[in-house]
Every structure is written in structure tokens, then in C-alpha cells.
Nanobody
Framework: QVQLIESGGGLVQTGGSLRLSCAAS????????MGWFRQAPGKEREFVAA????????YYLDSVKGRFTISRDNAKNTVYLQMNTLKPEDTAVYYC?????????????????WGQGTQVTVSS
């Protein structure tokens, strides 16, 4: 069992930055691929970024490439999402997720565990 708690969301102006953190419980964190998804009001949950268990491979939604960076610290059981040059269209609830399979990391069903989400609001 893995419990995930996100933090770091908030209100920021266009062009600003935020760093989201996702702290995981359990001693098996380092064996899980981790992902970030987001959901805006009235829209489906959308893949944002993912990182393999070792951190050796990362994947991004095209619209966030070059602006967002996913990373992990297995010693701290934490995954991060550094978000720069934020835009109003980035406004959403951001969720982190943990998956043991390591495949199809852009798809929600690759993940067994989900956090409660943290709100990110980008004002224009």
C-alpha cells in the first residue's frame, strides 16, 4: 500500500513558477514509476509528466515540455514537479500517482495509487 500526499499548489501569475511535491509512504517507493496528472473543471484528467522508478526516463505532455520538469528523490520518498513559465491553461487540480508496472505511463490505468490533489491556479 502506498499513500501519496501532494503539496505546493497555489495561486501564481502568468509566467510564474511553482514546485509541487508528492510525499509517499511505504518502503517500496523506489520500485514505483511516478506520474503527475491534472484535471481542469469540466475536463477529463490529463497526463502531465512521468518518471521511471530509477529516474532514468521521463515523459511529458507536449504542451509542458521545456517548462515543467519531473524529478524524484528515492531517499526522501518524494517526487517533484517543477513548473516554470506558467500559463492560465495550466490551471487545474494536480494529482500524483504511483504505478508498479512501469509501462504506458501516459495512461491513468498504469497507476494503482493516487493522491488527493493540489490546486494550481494561474491568473492572467
Amino acid at each position: 500500500q502506498v499513500q501519496l500526499i501532494e503539496s505546493g499548489g497555489g495561486l501564481v501569475q502568468t509566467g510564474g513558477s511553482l514546485r509541487l511535491s508528492c510525499a509517499a509512504s511505504g518502503r517500496t517507493f523506489s520500485t514505483y514509476a511516478m506520474g503527475w496528472f491534472r484535471q481542469a473543471p469540466g475536463k477529463e484528467r490529463e497526463f502531465v509528466a512521468a518518471i521511471t522508478w530509477s529516474g532514468g526516463n521521463t515523459y511529458y505532455l507536449d504542451s509542458v515540455k521545456g517548462r515543467f520538469t519531473i524529478s524524484r528523490d528515492n531517499a526522501k520518498n518524494t517526487v517533484y514537479l517543477q513548473m516554470n513559465t506558467l500559463k492560465p491553461e495550466d490551471t487545474a487540480v494536480y494529482y500524483c500517482a504511483a504505478g508498479s508496472g512501469g509501462y504506458y505511463l501516459r495512461r491513468p490505468h498504469a497507476y494503482e495509487y493516487w493522491g488527493q490533489g493540489t490546486q494550481v491556479t494561474v491568473s492572467s
